[in-house]
């Protein structure tokens, strides 16, 4: 699997197109929301420059942290991150600490309305960024039959790259990848509901990606692991209760509509 080229001998890792591509699809998605929403336009560039950082650094801390023996011993390879080891869960995170202090501590703008406003470009970024994992080959699953990856629908050139080491993997990274894709389809048609409220986006996306990575996570081999937990499958388990609390207050509790359908 060719994973890089040259460009007047400078290395260029696909790892790195594909989550730069994620982040300039994703920053046009959230500007074109926080556009609909009537959100000042240099505060939804604050929210996604900083955020990118320190999304990008919480999640490479997340990976480093639960794979410390091999960096205490390679220390060098945390600064690689082209070689792979970005933990989705630790960028979300990091993110929302950051988005929510910046916001309501900052800018006094609702948090929930800020996430809403995000979120749409972030999981369609994920689903770009997935296919980093492809040229890494990495992000992959059990070992299955060539045929069982035929029936799945699974493109040739994904099943020809998910021949690793003798044996055909399930491509994880695929299967999130689509499912993330519909998530996002399915966010358009939230937002465009007339009883949408602030929050039903973020709680969406909270209980679709918690869903999605749980499931996921059982057929991964390279999973982050706490003793014998995979740590993923605990935060995805987080998520999914945050995201049940968070629909029930915003419908139930919070009560605030958006004052009009985003188109």
């Not at 959230?30 to 919480?58: P, T």
């Not at 993997?169 to 996002?184: A, D, N, R």
């Not at 973020?202 to 209980?207: A, K, P, W």
């Not at 998520?239 to 915003?250: P, R």
């Amino acid at each position: 699997m060719i994973n890089s080229f040259n460009i007047f001998g400078l290395t260029i890792h696909f790892y790195s197109l594909c989550i730069l591509l994620g982040i300039i699809i994703a920053y046009i998605v959230i500007r074109l929301e926080g556009h609909n929403q009537r959100l000042d336009k240099d505060y939804i560039f604050n929210v996604v420059f900083y955020g990118l950082i320190i999304g990008i650094l919480g999640a490479r801390l997340h990976y480093v942290l639960f794979n410390l023996d091999f960096y205490l011993k390679y220390p060098m390879e945390i600064i690689k991150i082209w070689h792979g080891g970005l933990a989705i869960h630790g960028g979300i995170i990091a993110t929302t600490i950051f988005v929510y202090f910046y916001s309501t501590k900052r800018y006094k703008t609702s948090f929930l309305r800020t996430t809403d406003v995000i979120l749409p470009g972030v999981i369609l970024a994920q689903a770009i960024g997935r296919w980093g994992n492809f040229f890494n080959q990495e992000a992959y699953g059990i070992e299955v039959s060539e045929k069982l990856l035929h029936k799945l629908f699974i493109p040739n050139f994904v099943i020809k790259g998910m021949f690793i080491d003798g044996s055909y993997h399930l491509p994880t990274f695929y299967i999130e990848s689509v499912l993330c894709i519909i998530g996002f389809l399915i966010i358009l048609l939230i937002r465009t509901r007339l009883n949408n409220r602030v929050g039903h986006i973020t709680s969406f996306y909270l209980i679709w990606y918690g869903i999605i990575r749980f499931i996921i996570e059982l057929f991964r081999t390279d999973s982050l692991m706490l003793f014998n937990i995979k740590v993923a499958c605990v935060i995805s388990v987080i998520f999914i209760i945050l995201g049940i609390v968070l629909w029930y207050y915003t419908t139930f509790k919070k009560n605030i509509r958006y004052r009009r359908t985003m188109v």
